[in-house]
């Protein structure tokens, strides 16, 4: 019997240790927990409303196959902390601002890819319950998980898909409500500041902020506004006319003296052509000395 007892022992040890050994080539462990998907470090968005309201339809209108539910952070709850981090109802008009999520659902599709999906709506709402506003998102995103780093459907890969979707939506809500309900935005003590801003005017009149038209026929500020010039009156400069040989002529002679010279008619005292006429000293006996009856 003490022959055989060795093989049996080693036989059951071995049995006991192999549960172990296949731990051991398992994959890497997966993370216990999880970070909280919170957003009070972004900006708030303050809206023209006196009340905030959140709902979820999800939950009444379940997706088929979802298993969004067993990630670490639902994708519901992640939408529901995003409203109540990002949006405050600011003001006392009566309104509400109801923020709806439509869908937030994780399905595991054919060929070991998880496929994300969010949808959510933003409305505001008069007094009367009567829709004023409107604004909506959407996401979508896919996850292709290694399967050597476990299940595709693990609580690590639902959280990464989770977290990445809410990053996109963070970004899309956002601008969709900028773009879709600037006139609801106010800031922390309730003065609008989307149509505020846009009516502003610079400069103290509404000629110099307001926006050149040049197709507008109605707006005065858009007239053509015209500049005359002053005119400077320059007074003319006429060109004196010398007489030469009996002959008007504009040519200016330059005259460096106090007394012109002589003018005589060509052919006097010369044989210069009659067509030429010429400027000559005068002779002598032409000329009388001031107080004197003698001609020299």
């Known amino acids: 019997m003490t022959l055989f007892s060795h093989p049996f022992k080693l036989s059951c040890a071995v049995a006991l240790a192999l549960p172990a050994l296949l731990a051991g080539c398992s994959s890497t462990p997966q993370p216990t927990s999880f970070a909280p998907l919170r957003y009070t470090y972004l900006g708030q968005i303050?809206?023209?409303?006196?009340?905030?309201?959140?709902?979820?339809?999800?939950?009444?209108?379940?997706?088929?196959?979802?298993?969004?539910?067993?990630?670490?952070?639902?994708?519901?709850?992640?939408?529901?902390?995003?409203?109540?981090?990002r949006l405050a109802a600011a003001s006392s008009n009566g309104s509400t601002a109801q923020f709806v999520i439509d869908r937030a659902s994780i399905l595991h599709e054919t060929g070991g890819t998880l496929n994300g999906q969010m949808d959510v709506h933003l409305d505001i709402l008069n007094p009367g319950g009567t829709q004023a506003a409107h604004a909506e998102a959407h996401v979508t995103r896919m996850l292709r998980p290694d399967p050597a780093q476990g299940d595709v459907d693990s609580q690590a890969n639902l959280y990464d898909l989770t977290r990445d979707m809410m990053q996109n939506m963070n970004v899309e809500l956002e601008y969709q409500i900028r773009s879709s309900l600037r006139t609801w935005l106010v800031d922390a003590g309730g003065t609008p500041v989307g149509s505020a801003i846009q009516t502003q005017q610079l400069g103290g009149s509404a000629a110099t902020s307001?926006?050149?038209?040049?197709?507008?026929?109605?707006?005065?500020?858009?007239?053509?506004?015209?500049?005359?010039?002053?005119?400077?009156?320059?007074?003319?400069?006429?060109?004196?006319?010398?007489?030469?040989?009996?002959?008007?002529?504009?040519?200016?002679?330059?005259?460096?003296?106090?007394?012109?010279?002589?003018?005589?008619?060509?052919?006097?005292?010369?044989?210069?052509?009659?067509?030429?006429?010429?400027?000559?000293?005068?002779?002598?006996?032409?000329l009388k000395l001031p107080g004197s009856s003698k001609t020299q």
């Open 46 to 85: 303050n809206l023209n409303a006196s009340r905030l309201e959140i709902l979820d339809n999800s939950t009444t209108n379940p997706v088929e196959g979802d298993i969004g539910p067993r990630a670490p952070t639902p994708p519901a709850q992640a939408l529901r902390d995003m409203a109540q981090d």
């Open 210 to 286: 307001a926006p050149t038209d040049t197709n507008s026929t109605t707006n005065p500020a858009n007239a053509p506004v015209t500049v005359e010039t002053p005119k400077v009156d320059v007074p003319a400069i006429t060109t004196p006319t010398v007489t030469v040989g009996g002959t008007p002529s504009t040519a200016a002679k330059a005259v460096t003296n106090s007394e012109p010279d002589a003018v005589f008619p060509a052919g006097e005292g010369d044989d210069t052509p009659a067509s030429t006429p010429k400027v000559m000293s005068p002779k002598a006996g032409y």
